[in-house]
């Protein structure tokens, strides 16, 4: 099972290489190749910083089409902070941008009586068991780092919230794709357990 990273520049991803490596996945790659993202049998896709940036290096590296059709052709795909972000359709974030556009709804900026950046850890709030938060009990504690969120117009997407002054969405899962907006590869032994979930989830469907 070869499961890729996606690098489009935003992030240092070998952290989050070496927690799939150590969860169980047999083969991780790190690339920007638009041939071994398409070919890859899962994809994880990780991201810090800004919106716009993020979509003009996908554009730029090639990467847009091949990654929605790996969502569309229901291979596994595990999307982080930023990843979770370009998954929808649009940004408010220094303007509106056009995301991926695989989920429907938007990225707005959480509340500005709120300190932000939102850093730290926070708890998630599980609305959908099992999959995957198997194993993984509503209120344990995550790590964050963004200052924007995401507003799904299908609230049948939303598997967790966390509470930061307002109840934003910190999970979804919608058959083959899942993402999250806190950082399992941060998260300790319960963002580990998060990884495994993944793990078995591609196992089972491949």
């Known amino acids: 099972m070869r499961v890729v990273v996606v690098d489009y520049g935003m992030g240092n991803l070998r952290s989050v290489a070496k927690a799939l490596e150590y ?5 991780v790659k790190i690339s920007s190749d638009p041939k071994e993202v398409r ?25 847009l089409k091949p990654l929605r059709e ?25 303007g509106e941008t056009e995301g991926l556009g695989l989920l429907e ?8 009586k709120v300190k932000l950046p939102h850093i730290g850890w926070n708890q998630v709030w599980i609305r959908k068991k099992g999959g995957l938060y198997s194993g993984i009990e509503s209120g344990d504690f995550f790590y964050f780092v963004h200052s924007y969120h995401v507003v799904p117009r299908d609230s049948g997407v939303v598997a967790s919230t966390t509470d930061y002054s307002v109840d934003f969405v910190s ?9 999250v907006q806190f950082h399992p ?22």
Do not use: T
């Open 23 to 27: 969860v169980g996945f047999p083969e």
């Open 185 to 206: 590869e941060k998260s300790q032994r319960k963002g580990l357990r998060l990884l495994e979930n993944f793990r078995k989830f591609c196992e089972n469907a491949l």
């Open 70 to 94: 790996h969502v569309e052709r229901g291979k596994p795909f595990l999307g982080i902070c930023l990843g979770l972000q370009l998954l929808f359709e649009k940004s408010y974030e220094h």
């Open 171 to 179: 999970a979804v899962q919608k058959e083959n794709l899942w993402a």
């Open 39 to 63: 070919e890859a049998d899962a994809l994880v896709f990780p991201g810090q910083g800004a919106f716009r940036k993020a979509m003009e290096n996908l554009k730029d590296l090639g990467l």
């Open 105 to 112: 709804g938007e990225v707005v900026l959480l509340p500005p």
